[in-house]
């Protein structure tokens, strides 16, 4: 047997044996994601005043009614909302000028400020806003989710509980018109979310996501405000830690938000998605390097490959397909949605294992057009042009 050969067979088999394991991880997480979902939500035994903060960057095709979804909750208490932006001119406060037009009962505050105190443009927005924010319960949220009449109460109710000092919320994909926002939808949905939803079961995730981030201002400046984190990438990670560091809880409640998938090309969905697995590879390398397990359908093709399309290869290809076609109706069932474009999974698969390779090959991310390297610890440092 020659070495190339022997070499073949060798990843040949390490592929099978990674694909065994990925279709044992996607069967899993089929299981698991309905028990997450149907879980009880809480109800608040009191609804304090709240400031929900928006930070806003450019204009989106469901902005609009992604900021809409915020006034219109069932929600007894008072509610204040703050807009900013670096820019007056930003196209965004279109948006939230139509918004006062929709909800004049609203209580609005719109914050346009240049100034910046570090990469993480986005952080630097919010500190710009919050000395304008009056309340003492604080929700942070991204202009591109919308969320259900019940969000805020029930954010609340979690915020309530012993101990809890930060609610976040999980997050499903809500497409924008195109092929690609349909195939980023894919990676939300059917990747992202059914590894969150596992990581927590088996007590191997630590989460805290941007798209909700709850507390009251106590904790706020417990973890001394967000100045610390005008560096970080992944703030929202950050942001959680920061929390558990002090001894009090980050809380995922059992039911989804809506993140618009806004990527309107091939260049923008891997652009994206490379800067998430990148910022992943960054905060968490062991349980990045993990989620290759994520992967079954890649690893079967390659073990067909390496092995010459062998006999043995084939089922094991099929299989893989399967349970991720199999895990994506569970998902849908899960959020009550209607299974579509079936036939992008396998599409999807590949591609992300792609991205999922070139995450080790750079530490440079593009971030709202802007170029940045990330260190070790996950900080932020403007890369130039090589």
Not at 195 to 206: C, H, W
Not at 271 to 298: F, K, Q
Request: hydrophobic share 50%; with cysteine.
């Amino acid at each position: 047997m020659s070495a190339t050969h022997l070499l073949a067979v060798t990843l040949a088999y390490a592929c099978a044996a990674a694909a065994v394991f990925g279709i044992g991880y996607t069967v899993l997480a089929g299981a698991l994601i309905g028990r997450f979902f149907a879980r009880p939500v809480a109800e608040p035994a009191s609804f304090p005043p709240v400031t929900i903060v928006r930070p806003l960057h450019g204009s989106e095709w469901a902005l609009l009614a992604n900021l809409s979804s915020f006034c219109l909750q069932n929600y007894p208490g008072p509610m204040q909302f703050v807009f900013g932006v670096h820019d007056s001119t930003d196209p965004a406060l279109q948006a939230v000028d139509e918004l006062r037009r929709l909800h004049p009962e609203a209580d609005i505050t719109v914050v346009a400020d240049a100034r910046l105190y570090g990469p993480n443009r986005k952080i630097s927005n919010i500190l710009n806003m919050l000395p304008h924010a009056r309340h003492d319960v604080l929700v942070f949220a991204d202009s591109d989710v919308s969320v259900e009449p019940d969000y805020l109460r029930n954010v609340i109710g979690e915020l309530q509980k012993p101990d809890v000092g930060l609610v976040t919320c999980a997050y499903r994909g809500q497409p924008d018109p195109g092929f690609w926002q349909r195939l980023s939808v894919k990676a939300t949905n059917y990747q992202f979310l059914p590894s969150v939803v596992t990581g927590l079961a088996l007590g191997l995730a630590r989460p805290c996501f941007g798209q909700t981030i709850a507390m009251r201002r106590d904790t706020f400046e417990k973890i001394g405000g967000f100045t610390p984190f005008v560096r970080h990438l992944a703030e929202d990670h950050a942001i959680g830690e920061a929390v558990r560091m002090i001894g009090e809880k980050v809380v995922i409640p059992p039911f989804p938000i809506s993140h618009a998938c806004v990527e309107a090309s091939a260049t923008q969905l891997v652009a994206h998605e490379l800067r998430w697995s990148r910022t992943i590879r960054h905060i968490d390398p062991l349980g990045h390097l993990g989620s290759a397990l994520i992967h079954p359908l890649a690893f079967a093709l390659l073990a067909v490959a390496f092995s010459g399309g062998a006999f043995w290869a084939w089922p094991l290809l099929l299989i893989a397909m399967c349970a991720r076609l199999a895990l994506q109706l569970l998902t849908d069932r899960a959020l009550r949605l209607r299974s579509r474009d079936m036939w992008l999974q396998p599409i999807w698969d590949i591609v992300s294992f792609a991205i999922f390779v070139a995450s080790f090959l750079s530490s440079r991310v593009i971030w709202r057009g802007f170029s940045f390297k990330v260190d070790g610890d996950g900080l932020l440092s403007t890369a130039r042009d090589e």
